[in-house]
């Protein structure tokens, strides 16, 4: 004796199994993507001049970053102006090196282009997704801190 599996029976148990998987697999398995970044001292904020970027490595010694005082307001910008930003050195498309002239992030490899003033978001070239943009803190002594990392940086799996 062969059963027929109707359509809509068939989309009713895949619906009904991707969701008992999908919530199963959290609680069992105590899926939670929390890390745990460095706090790193980049800079002090009467060092940053606008325009003129500073470069460090974050969230370890093998991720080049730039800091950077854009002027002009920015989404996550910090400071008195909400202006200093700072985002993965690396090119989202392929990985090549960035850098930061006339108020943009530029690969030279492929020519992609990102803007920093709106989370680093591409738009020119073959880069399709935005900078990994990093989360700063200012302390009362005026020390920019990088606390974590907003994206995947290039060529990893996980940040950290």
């Known amino acids: 004796m062969t059963q027929t599996l109707s359509r809509r029976r068939f989309v009713k148990l895949t619906a009904a199994a991707t969701a008992l998987f999908t919530a199963g697999g959290k609680a069992q398995w105590g899926y939670a993507p929390s890390l745990t970044y460095p706090a790193v001292k980049v800079a002090n904020v009467a060092q940053v001049k606008t325009g003129q970027p500073i470069t460090f490595n974050y969230p370890d010694a093998s991720a080049p970053a730039i800091l950077v005082k854009l002027g002009k307001p920015a989404i996550g910008g910090v400071g008195p102006g909400r202006d200093i930003v700072a985002f ?73």
């Not at 990985?95 to 978001?121: N, T, V, W």
């Not at 990088?146 to 940040?159: E, P, S």
Request: charged share 15%.
């Open 88 to 160: 993965s050195a690396l090119c989202t498309h392929m990985g090549c090196p960035l850098q930061y002239e006339g108020g943009r992030f530029i690969c030279r490899c492929h020519y992609s282009m990102f803007d920093p003033s709106k989370a680093g978001q591409t738009y020119q070239g073959l880069a399709s997704s935005w900078l990994p943009q990093i989360p700063l803190r200012i302390d009362g002594k005026g020390d920019i801190y990088a606390v974590a990392v907003a994206g995947l940086i290039w060529g990893r799996v996980k940040n950290v």
